[in-house]
């Protein structure tokens, strides 16, 4: 006990000392800005989790999910963080390259409309992207509809933006080797292109287009924060392309057990509830009470589209060159 | 060494300063190119990104200047009522962030904008902003204001006892008096709209309708954010650099040597003003392009205004201190870097402008996170960033009145053998005041608005207010965040006028 009085004298000692002397361990989340502002998932899942698990929580909020793997791969080795939650499967296959992953070891009954075997990603929420428009306006039936039609949207570059790279993928899923086609047709409809969601979605909101590029779930917001029943996402014939959101463990993490009980609790009632109103997204696990109310208004895609994350790299490159190509001309 | 024509002021400020203008200029971009791992040059879709870039820049830069000088010479010729409150009110379009800027861009020339709304009623076709036509808009409405201040200051620095002898011996003002002060004037400030246009990125991508306008910022940003590519980003910035010292050169070289004299400072009387509809004109048009899209912003605002969560008070106090410190800073550098005044300065005085945002943020990054955790100093590297980012444009407003000085004072203060001190707090201080509280409102409300640094450093409890807004857009809070916008604006503007205001305390400008 006397070595202890001198311990704190030795800065690099002392460093080490404060963690192992800390009362709880503390496990960091790596995470997207919007699930750790106030009106995201973040504060909510803080105090459930640290209700049993003895521990302090901390979210850091990085940009957007592609951010979040830059951020990852900036830090690299080194990297505090524990858990890194956000990316989609359009990211996993470049996470998992890092090297940085662990499995995640955990045997959940998700309901997800695909089936789930990835050993280093768990999935926490899912959704469908869709153009979101007016209600009472035409709606448009397909993709190819679209094309065809004088609405106008306003999109998400694929180079700046998840939901942008989702429509890319959407796009290349549904029509292949004709999605050049599709683009040429669709560019006459394309008001803009934003570098993120935000921008897009605000245009959209202060009228400057017909419909943007967001997800199903979207006018659930409205109508349940807002109780506003005035938006509507068009439900395509195509299917829609689903943007499935993952957590995983950092393999050279320092609390591997927490770790752990954070991605148990990630798929359990305490985290998945607070999900729907916040993330505005479907939980990867249904909770108990059923979705909210409002939730069953929303258009579920007949069929739904995804390519697996391996399809998804390999098809990136390829389809961004077709985007650019036809839009640019 | 041979004697200089001024007091010798200590070396060690501006070499400081400079060094910190290198060390998040070119270190950043070491420290980018220095992780990278290297892969293929540049392809043709890099080639056609530079390309756009540079011709969006151009056009920009000359629209902004082009425009900007009959507004300044209206604005210098004429006295009215409310006129010191306009100027500055025309300022507000430059410390506007991008995303507030557009949107309030929008409210008048968008499909539902007023414009279209005026159009539809008059049963005119609507007009779309979107493309090239609508880069080069935007872009006049954020830097013309820039361009009206600089030209309005070399205006108002022909003194008044030209003038007067211009008129006893019956020359034309435009030619011998009015035309050498552009050609000192305009190529600089030429080159400052060039360059802050050749790193736009969101503005050009949103407002040019597509992958068009790719620019070579937005290539950076997908080599860092979604290839990860550190070498392909390395390789962009620094031809962000070579442009920029091209440009540099090119205005150095085109430069005219002014040729003004010293004078009393007198308000000018003009006599040869024939013709107030047109200067009226002028400023009238100005100011409804200007202020238009800023009071559509502060009318969306309102309604939200005192709703905002409290966390934006918080984050507002945050970036209130983030901006003064900058400022402050700021002023500082480009003083030791004015009193130093060589060509050498004046480079390192634009190389910020040319410095990639996202390069800066992410090499500022990766020197830091080996020894520090990013969060705990994320204000800190936000106000050293923005005090140099902001330091081009305290330099052009500050370096032309501290060389003025030298050339008239300098002889007389070397012949008292006046002490270094005292020539900088005697001499140089009174006489540059205005263009300092300038300088340093220009500071405050760039860094008010910063975006750039912070969202790669700050954790929860470091959230600034354009973060903090940034965030409730991604939210869904788009009333929340217009009420937002609104207080960053009034914000920005508050500190830039206090300063400016400082500056003129006893002027009459």
Redesign the interface.
Known sequence: MKKATYLPAVAGLALCATSAWAETPVLQVLTY??F?????PGPAIETAFEAECACDLQ??????G??L???L???GP?T?ADIVLGLDTNLTA?ARETGLFAPHGINADLDLPIEWTDADFLPFDWGYFAFVGNAGADAPQSLRALADSDA?IVIQ?P??STPG?GLLMWVKTAYGDDAPALWADL?DN??????????A???F?????DAVLSYTT?PA??LI?EEDDSKVAWAFDEGHYMQVEVAGKVAGTDQPELADKFLAFMVSEGFQSVIPTTN?MYPAVTPEGGLPEGFETLVTPAKSLLLSPEDAAAKRDVAL?E??TA??R | MAHSAVPVTARWPDALAGVLVLVLTLGTLGAVAWRAEWGDGLDPADWSAIGFTVMQALLSAFFSVMLAIPVARALARRQFWGRQLLITLLGAPFLLPVIVAVLGLLAIFGRAGLLNTGLAWLGIAPISIFGLHGVVLAHVFFNMPLAVRFILQGWLSIPAERFRLAASLNVPIWRVLELPMLRAVVPSTFLVIFLLCLTSFAVALTMGGGPRATTVELAIYQAVRFDFDLGRAALLACIQFVLCVLGAVLAWRVTGNDPIGTGLDRVVRRWDLARPGVDYGVIILAAIFLLLPLAMIVLRGLPEFFNMPAAIWAAAFRSVLVALGSALLCVLMALALALRGEMMVSIVGVMPLAASGLVVGTGAFLLVFPFIRPADVALLVTMLVNATLALPFALRALAPAVEQIKQDYGRLALSLDIAKGSWVRLVILPRVRRPLGFAAGLAAALSMGDLGVIALFAGQSEETLPLAMYRLMGAYRMDSAAGAALLLVALSFTLFWICDRWGRADADM
Do not use: C, K, N, P
Request: glycine share 10%; hydrophobic share 40%; proline share 0%.
């Open positions: 800005d919007s750790v502002t106030e009106w995201g979210f850091v909020g990085a940009g957007d592609a951010a793997l830059a951020r791969q900036l830090e080194r505090d470049a106008q570059d180079r700046s790279l560019s394309i008001v803009t292109v934003t570098s993120g969601w935000s921008e979605y605000g245009m909101l202060e009228g400057e287009a979207s917001y409205h924060a505005w060159d985007w650019r839009l640019s």
